[in-house]
C-alpha cells in the first residue's frame, strides 16, 4: 500500500494529496540527514518508550516557514517547562531545518513535524537522570498538500467523554509527545462514526478536539474557547487577530454544546489545513452542510496573511 493511501473513509484535518516524493525523502536525525528507510532512534529513547518529548509542526510556502518564530518561542518554552536541553540553539535548530528542506530540494507546500526527545537512556525506567546521552532530534519534512476537497465534505465531529483536563494534570498547552489522551478520544469519534472528537474542558464546556481549536459562529460573530485548556494553536491566534483586524465580532468565552448545536457555521484551525469547515456535531448538521460565508472569508483573510509574508520575505 502506498506511504499515502487513505486506510479508511473518514475525512481528517490531516488528509492530504498523495505524493510519491515522500517514499524517498531524507530525514533529520542528530546531525545526519539521512533516507527515509535508515531514520532510526533507539528502543531506548525517552520519547519511545516514554513519550518524553515535544514537537512542533511547521508549513513551508513559497520559501517561507510561516510563523516561525512563533512555533519557536512554543518549543523552546515547553522545552524549558519539562527541564528539556534541547542541545542546540534557536540559530542552529532553524540552520538544522532549511538543511532539511534543502536535502530534499523542497520549496512549498511541505509540511514538517520537529521532534525533540530527552533523548537514549541508560535504563529502560522513567527518571530523567537516566537520559544521559543528550537529547534527540529529528526533522521530517514531507510533500504535503492539503486536499481541499475536505471544504465541500466537512468534518463530522463527535462529543467524547475525554476531556483536555487542568494544567495541573497535563498542560493541553503542551505540545507532548504524549498524545495518548487525544488519540483516545479520537478512537472514541471514530467508533461513533464521526472523524474528530470534540472535547470539552473540565467544567463542561466546548473546548477543542483531538487535534485543532475549535470554532463556531453565531449571528455573523466568531466564537472559541476561552484558550485555558487547549492548545495555544498559533493558526487560532492568527484567526483571532485576522478578526479583530478586519472587523470581525470575535470572543474566546464559555459556551455550551446548547449553543455550539445552534451554530450557524463551525469550523478548525491547525498549522497543516490552516481552517477546515465542520457540518455534523453529534449528528446535528451545522450550516446546511457547506462552508459558511465567515469561514470563507477568514479562509481568504489568512491566505493573504501568508501571501504578505512570502513578500515581505522576499523584498
Not at 58 to 67: A, E, K, Q
Not at 214 to 238: E, H, L, P
Not at 287 to 303: C, D, E, M, Q
Amino acid at each position: 500500500m502506498p506511504i499515502d493511501t487513505p486506510i479508511s473513509h473518514h475525512v481528517s484535518t490531516h488528509d492530504a494529496a498523495a505524493d510519491d516524493r515522500n517514499d524517498s525523502i531524507l530525514i533529520y536525525v542528530d546531525g545526519q540527514i539521512v533516507p527515509r528507510d535508515d531514520a532510526k532512534v533507539s528502543v531506548y529513547d525517552s520519547g519511545f518508550m516514554l513519550g518524553d518529548g515535544i514537537w512542533e509542526g511547521l508549513r513551508l510556502y513559497d520559501g517561507v516557514l510561516s510563523f516561525l518564530d512563533a512555533h519557536l518561542d512554543r518549543l523552546f518554552e515547553a522545552a524549558l517547562f519539562i527541564d528539556l536541553d534541547i542541545g542546540m540553539t534557536r540559530a542552529e535548530l532553524v540552520e538544522a531545518i532549511w538543511a532539511t528542506l534543502h536535502a530534499n530540494a523542497m520549496h512549498t507546500d511541505v509540511h514538517l513535524r520537529v521532534m525533540i526527545t530527552r533523548g537514549r537512556k541508560r535504563k529502560p525506567f522513567q527518571h530523567p537522570h537516566l537520559s544521559i546521552f543528550g537529547s534527540t532530534v529529528v526533522i521530517i519534512a514531507e510533500h504535503s498538500r492539503p486536499d481541499d476537497s475536505v471544504i465541500t465534505r466537512g468534518i463530522r465531529l463527535h462529543t467524547v467523554p475525554h476531556h483536555r483536563g487542568l494544567p495541573l494534570t497535563q498542560d493541553a498547552k503542551l505540545n507532548s509527545h504524549s498524545k495518548l489522551n487525544c488519540i483516545i478520544a479520537l478512537n472514541h469519534a471514530l467508533r461513533a462514526g464521526a472523524d474528530e472528537a470534540l472535547m470539552l474542558d473540565p467544567f463542561g464546556f466546548v473546548n477543542t478536539t483531538n487535534a485543532c481549536n475549535f470554532f463556531i459562529v453565531r449571528d455573523g460573530a466568531v466564537w472559541t474557547s476561552t484558550g485555558d485548556y487547549c492548545m495555544n494553536g498559533i493558526t487560532r491566534q492568527k484567526v483571532i487577530d485576522l478578526c479583530r483586524t478586519n472587523e470581525i465580532a470575535v470572543f474566546e468565552r464559555n459556551f455550551s454544546l446548547l449553543e455550539a448545536y445552534g451554530a450557524d457555521e463551525a469550523f478548525l484551525t491547525g498549522t497543516f489545513g490552516a481552517q477546515t469547515p465542520v457540518f455534523e456535531i453529534d449528528g446535528r448538521e451545522i450550516g446546511n452542510s457547506t462552508a459558511g460565508p465567515v469561514f470563507h472569508r477568514i479562509r481568504r483573510l489568512y491566505k493573504d496573511l501568508i501571501a504578505a509574508q512570502i513578500e515581505a520575505a522576499g523584498s
